[in-house]
């Protein structure tokens, strides 16, 4: 029986360190090296805040590229949106011709139809007209490829009348250096990168507090005060590694 009382004692005096050791541990391991553990939480901030310097360093050169190569292809755009519509203006004015030399082989024909027959004004009216009607057809060609919207005119014939806001909306939609040079992409992507530098730089001001918290809290010299300005320190640091995480999932810049 005092084997088992012997033992039992001894389990007793080997219980489970509780909450309060814990926390006696942990304040014995502040009082002994709590300048070290500062030190090591400044270096490990410092190295977090130039990461996040890093970042927004990037930022600001995606989004002066981006802005740079958006101005470049709007200027470009601009140019071939105006070269598409020299092009169109000039088809107007040919199939304008066009029109006008049918309407003229028209003219005469019917005025040829009221002389008599044979005559020589007749005939000169008709040669007239066969001229007018070659010289269309010659202009008639470039338009083969073009839009046009079949118009009946009286007799029931049909012409094709050309349709200039089709074709400059088929010339946009299928020219290549067009769709390839996307200016509005690229200023979405530079508002986006500059919005994220905002952000990387508002993280790097949290760090720059908390490394100012912590480097006081290093050179005070009293505990209390120096538990507290490295518990404001340290919520710094965690505050902004989770902003960065926010920024981060929230604001993706695209590469282009």
Same mark, same amino acid.
Request: aromatic share 6%.
């Given at each position: 029986?005092?084997?088992?009382?012997?033992?039992?004692?001894? =389990?007793?005096? /080997?219980?489970?360190?509780?909450?309060?050791?814990?926390? /006696?541990? *942990?304040?014995? =391991?502040?009082?002994?090296?709590?300048?070290?553990?500062?030190?090591?939480?400044?270096?490990?901030?410092?190295?977090?805040? #130039?990461?996040?310097?890093?970042?927004?360093?990037?930022?600001?050169?995606?989004? #002066?590229?981006?802005?740079?190569?958006?101005?470049? +292809?709007?200027?470009? @755009?601009?140019?071939?949106?105006?070269?598409?519509?020299? !092009?169109?203006?000039?088809?107007?004015?040919?199939? @304008?011709?066009?029109?006008?030399?049918? #309407?003229? @082989? $028209?003219?005469? $024909? #019917?005025?040829?139809?009221?002389?008599?027959?044979?005559? %020589?004004?007749?005939?000169?009216?008709?040669? $007239?007209?066969?001229?007018?009607?070659?010289?269309?057809?010659?202009?008639?060609?470039?338009?083969?490829?073009?839009?046009?919207?079949?118009?009946? *005119?009286?007799?029931?014939?049909?012409? %094709?009348?050309?349709?200039?806001?089709?074709?400059? /909306?088929? *010339?946009?939609?299928? $020219? %290549?250096?067009?769709?390839?040079? !996307?200016?509005?992409?690229?200023?979405?992507?530079?508002?986006? !990168?500059?919005?994220?530098?905002?952000?990387?730089?508002?993280?790097?001001?949290?760090?720059?507090?908390?490394?100012?918290? =912590?480097?006081?809290?290093?050179?005070?010299?009293? %505990?209390?005060?120096?538990?507290? =300005?490295? +518990?404001?320190?340290?919520?710094?640091?965690?505050? !902004?590694?989770?902003? *960065?995480?926010?920024?981060?999932?929230?604001?993706?810049?695209?590469?282009?």
């Amino acid at each position: 029986m005092t084997g088992i009382a012997a033992a039992t004692s001894r =389990l007793r005096q /080997r219980r489970r360190p509780s909450l309060a050791d814990a926390r /006696r541990s *942990l304040a014995r =391991l502040v009082r002994e090296h709590g300048e070290t553990l500062l030190g090591l939480a400044i270096v490990a901030v410092s190295i977090f805040g #130039a990461y996040v310097l890093w970042q927004a360093a990037e930022m600001a050169d995606r989004s #002066a590229d981006f802005d740079q190569r958006g101005r470049q +292809a709007a200027i470009i @755009a601009g140019q071939n949106r105006a070269r598409i519509r020299s !092009a169109i203006s000039y088809e107007t004015r040919l199939f @304008a011709a066009f029109t006008d030399h049918v #309407a003229t @082989a $028209d003219a005469l $024909d #019917a005025d040829a139809a009221r002389r008599p027959r044979g005559g %020589p004004l007749a005939a000169s009216m008709h040669r $007239d007209a066969r001229i007018e009607r070659a010289i269309a057809r010659r202009l008639e060609v470039p338009f083969q490829a073009l839009q046009y919207v079949p118009t009946t *005119l009286r007799g029931g014939d049909v012409r %094709p009348e050309y349709d200039s806001r089709s074709e400059r /909306r088929f *010339l946009l939609s299928f $020219d %290549p250096s067009l769709s390839d040079l !996307a200016p509005k992409a690229l200023v979405r992507a530079a508002g986006k !990168a500059r919005n994220r530098r905002f952000w990387l730089t508002a993280v790097d001001t949290i760090v720059i507090a908390g490394l100012f918290f =912590l480097t006081i809290a290093l050179l005070s010299i009293r %505990p209390r005060l120096r538990r507290a =300005l490295a +518990a404001v320190g340290g919520l710094c640091a965690v505050g !902004a590694i989770v902003v *960065l995480l926010v920024v981060q999932w929230a604001s993706e810049v695209p590469t282009l």
